[in-house]
């Protein structure tokens, strides 16, 4: 007997992710220390640097990880604020400040793949306290981000919430954020976009990455 029943397709549907460092990527530079200058202001900001600066100068050295470094600074800069206090900061530093920061090629990247209908994520190692008002701003997708703990009463205890999101930590949470929002039935074209050594393991992970702006080659 001859089947004229044609078989069912098998081939996947196929989405794009794009997957965007923020500092250095997205804006000019680094946006930790401009975020707690303009909310700390000068004299205060100066104070929290001065406590800071061993821990800083070690990371310098690299003599201490990223993650130390960062605590101590986040400690000692943000301990006791309310989340209140943490949302009006951080509403208007990205407001006011943020602006003067934002990088032109990366925007439009971004914004490009917004426009094709491409699933957009913001991964960063700079912390939800302003992030979560970012990723908000630039209509992104999803926010996967260095987190900070707050105490049951809502207060900052300027510790993180699990590892800071730099390096092979940003895979990890970006392989974790793809496994629960993908299936087996898509296939799965990730694009990723850095611009520094901590980017490269995401950026080995990404069928199409960019490196400041370039198309990226892993190094031998």
């Keep these: 007997m001859q089947l004229n029943e044609s078989l069912p397709s098998l081939e996947k549907v196929q989405v794009h992710v794009a997957a965007f460092d923020f500092d250095g990527t997205l804006t000019r530079h680094d946006t930790l220390i401009p975020f707690l200058w303009h909310s700390l202001g000068p004299l205060k900001f100066a104070g929290c640097l001065v406590r800071s600066a061993p821990w800083l100068l070690a990371y310098a050295f690299k003599l201490m990880s990223n993650h ?7 400690k000692v800069s943000l301990t006791g604020w309310t989340e209140d206090q943490a949302h009006q900061h951080a509403a208007h530093f990205v407001q006011h400040a943020l602006p003067y920061m934002w990088h032109t090629q ?27 008002h970012v990723a908000k701003r630039l209509g992104v997708d999803g926010l996967l981000c260095t987190k900070l703990q707050t105490s049951p ?35 799965v074209v990730l694009h990723a976009y850095g611009d520094t050594r901590g980017d490269w393991p995401m950026l080995s992970m990404a069928q199409r990455a960019w490196y400041r702006g370039r198309p990226w080659v892993k190094p031998l």
Excluded: F
Aim: proline content about 4%; hydrophobic content about 30%.
């Design 106 to 132: 990366g925007l439009r990247e971004l914004t490009q793949h917004q426009r094709a209908g491409h699933t957009t994520l913001l991964v960063s190692a700079s912390p939800n306290i302003y992030m979560q």
């Design 68 to 74: 130390k470094a960062k605590s101590r600074l986040l």
């Design 153 to 187: 009463e809502g207060v900052y205890t300027g510790e993180l919430l699990g590892p800071n999101c730099h390096g092979t930590e940003k895979v990890r949470r970006l392989q974790a954020w793809l496994a629960q929002h993908t299936s087996p039935e898509q296939d």
